[in-house]
């Protein structure tokens, strides 16, 4: 029972990784604009996602050792740098979004603007790095995040045609009035919406630091091969909800309160209500994750003490490294940058750094010398080398495209 | 240089770094390398700290590593660890000592200790 029950939570926190403010804008953004016609998107990422996730929990397990850990041996001492250099850029990045992400729901329960709670979000983020144990928080979020199901629920409630979905959502097509440029604009910033990078180092980082080994290695298949999927169901539930309400009035994603607006019309209050807990608990979740994601890269690129258990004063070049960064990301979140435009290009750029930590794990996942017995297989191999091509082709066009298409205007 | 120098280099440099109970030290950053009689190059040291990933980066980016570390140690020289304190080779390298036996390694651990971290109030307990 007890075994069970450790699982639930496992996949719960999957699923609450996997949710963030990346997605809810995205999804919604995109429903509205292209309809079902980047769906397929969510499931390139998912399934990709699943892979590495369970490559660097694997590599985790067996090695001891961390997504970043191995990028600086495998990458060597310059291209380590600057992948770290980006890395922790983007995953601050994408702090402030989350910050902002939580601060809006707040906004949409109490009309009070988000400014005001920022930096009170800030503040709690920071008593939970600094006294709270981290795992029940974690559980927590990830039960509440669950809420976020009501966008899922809200299509029964909205009666679409099925059949036309099934067929839109397998025929995908450039909508008209869109170029092809925009289309792959906002096919990679689904990608990055959904392959986040901070997931993975958060989550091989968890594995190292709750001890887990190879005998864990099952648990660890379990939370990713049903975690990621679930969330990308979600993800793939706030697109249809868009596509069904938001397109139809023409309406464009600029704030959350579009996000929502599909679970109100299904359900009114109560809807928004559980859309809200659901937004916040999401991101809230994320905005701890990011956090000690950006002083994990570091601590992990130059070998210091960190964790999350590990009491602040026993770590104090990561604490520190966190309580700055939490700091300045509150202090860039506060010069009222449009946060949608911000979870936007931090998911873009999160894309484009993808290759320099998916090819090291692949390689490390290859090394026998590191891996013994738990090596990668064929279907591993096949998949992992499929997704180095999809993800470095998702890098490289990523610079031109956004050039062309002036951020996807 | 012969065959094995360059196995060594792949087997040491940026590898982590564990004292003998296991806790982090830091990456290898540079080697030490010395010339033996009869032309055979032996690894010395292992040299751990920015003083010696600067040089190793070179460009000006490796220059002001190179000083930022410098200054905040106030000493030019990198940390040195001697090869006759490296106890086992592998997915990491393990050394004979305590982490808290190497000089210097964790002056700024330490500093950010006493002056930041310890003057915040409410941190979760040390509990070890």
């Not at chain 1, 520190?320 to 998911?347: E, N, Q, R, S």
């Amino acid at each position: 029972m007890k075994k069970i029950l450790t699982l639930a939570l496992g996949i719960l926190t999957a699923i609450g990784g996997f949710m963030d403010i990346g997605d809810l804008v995205t999804d919604a953004l995109i429903g509205a604009r292209f309809g079902l016609n980047l769906v397929w998107v969510t499931v390139v990422a998912v399934i990709g996602i699943t892979a590495y996730s369970e490559m660097a929990g694997r590599v985790a397990a067996v090695t001891e050792r961390t997504v970043f850990d191995l990028v600086r041996e495998r990458l060597g001492a310059t291209a380590g740098l600057l992948n770290l250099s980006a890395s922790y850029f983007v995953t601050a990045l994408t702090l402030v979004a989350e910050l902002c992400g939580v601060a809006l729901a707040i906004q949409l329960a109490t009309d009070v603007h988000y400014l005001l709670w920022v930096p009170l979000v800030a503040f709690l983020a920071f008593l939970v790095f600094w006294k709270m144990p981290f795992q029940p928080m974690e559980r927590i979020y990830g039960v509440l995040g669950l809420s976020l199901f009501v966008f899922v629920i809200a299509i029964w409630q909205l009666d679409p045609d099925w059949g036309r979905m099934m067929h839109d959502v397998t025929h995908p097509q450039i909508p008209p009035g869109e170029g092809i440029s925009t289309f792959a604009f906002y096919a990679i910033v689904m990608l990055g919406a959904q392959m986040t990078p901070y997931e993975v180092f958060f989550f091989s980082s968890g594995v190292v630091e709750h001890g887990w080994s190879a005998e864990k290695l099952g648990e660890i298949r379990v939370n990713n091969l049903i975690g990621y999927p679930i969330g990308g169901i979600l993800a793939i539930g706030i697109q249809v909800a868009a596509y069904l309400v938001l397109q139809p009035r023409g309406i464009e994603v600029a704030h959350l309160s579009e996000t929502v607006l599909p679970v109100v019309v299904a359900f009114g209050k109560l809807g928004l209500a559980l859309a809200i807990i659901g937004i916040f608990a999401a991101t809230f979740g994320s905005v701890l994750e990011t956090l000690l994601s950006s002083g994990y890269t570091v601590a992990h690129h130059f070998g210091w003490r960190w964790g999350k258990f590990e009491a602040p004063v026993n770590a104090s070049r990561f604490s520190v490294l966190v309580i700055v960064t939490l700091l300045g990301a509150t202090a860039v979140a506060l010069t009222a940058i449009d946060p949608i435009k911000l979870t936007i290009y931090a998911v873009y750029l999160g894309a484009a750094t993808l290759p320099f930590t998916y090819i090291p794990i692949l390689i490390v996942a290859n090394d026998e010398r590191y891996m013994g017995e738990h090596v990668n297989g064929r279907l591993a191999n096949t998949v992992g080398t499929i997704y180095v091509f999809v993800v470095s082709a998702a890098a490289i066009l990523a610079l031109p495209l956004l050039i062309i298409t002036k951020a996807g205007a | 240089m012969s065959e094995e120098t360059l196995d060594a280099g792949l087997a040491l440099l940026d590898r982590q770094v564990v004292d003998i109970d296991g806790k982090l030290v830091g990456k290898v950053d540079d080697l030490e390398l010395a010339i033996r009689r009869g032309g055979e190059i032996e690894v010395e040291a292992i040299l751990m700290g920015p003083q010696a990933l600067g040089p190793r980066l070179g460009g000006r980016v490796g220059g002001w590593i190179r000083r930022l570390g410098a200054t905040l140690a106030d000493a030019e020289e990198p940390i040195r660890v001697p090869m006759k304190h490296v106890k086992e080779l592998g997915v990491r390298i393990t050394l004979s000592i305590k982490v808290t036996d190497i000089e210097r390694l964790l002056d700024v651990e330490q500093w950010l200790r006493d002056h930041v971290i310890r003057k915040i109030p409410g941190g979760r307990d040390a509990s070890e």
